[in-house]
């Protein structure tokens, strides 16, 4: 089976930075694109960016993390990588990486992907 482990949560103080990555086990990167999503309390799931699978590097970014945010493959590290600049604490939720192995660009909707990872935790303080 293909799983996903999204990883590198912590407790951050407003302002700072946080890479998140994304691990696969069971198949390899290349054959998916990959989506980072998160979930505060109480609000619904939103999707933040996506990478596309292959080669191109097409990627997606919410409006409301445009300039924060960079989604981006670590081909050393064989993760995919999300970064957040200038973290708020609202940005404060679980983080969750997903891959979809039908869809070369998905975007930003959930149905479109078919492996979800654990989440992990980020949490900004004020």
């Known amino acids: 089976d293909v799983q996903l482990q999204a990883s590198g949560g912590g407790l951050v103080q407003a302002g700072g930075s946080l890479t998140l990555s994304c691990t696969i086990s069971?198949?390899?990167?290349?054959?998916?694109?990959i989506g980072w999503f998160r979930q505060a309390p109480e609000k619904e799931r939103e999707a933040l960016a996506c990478?596309?699978?292959?080669?191109?590097?097409?990627?997606y970014y919410r409006d409301s993390v445009k300039g924060r945010v960079t989604i981006s493959r670590n081909k050393a590290k064989n993760t995919v990588d999300l970064q957040i600049n200038s973290l708020k604490p609202e940005d404060t939720a679980i983080y969750y990486c997903?891959?979809?192995?039908?869809?070369?660009?998905?975007?930003?909707?959930?149905?479109?992907?078919?492996?979800w990872g654990r989440g992990t935790q980020v949490t900004v303080s004020s």
């Open positions: 997903a891959g979809s192995s039908q869809w070369r660009f998905p975007g930003p909707s959930p149905s479109l992907y078919d492996v």
């Open positions: 990478i596309s699978s292959g080669t191109d590097g097409n990627t």
């Open positions: 069971g198949s390899t990167f290349a054959d998916y694109s």
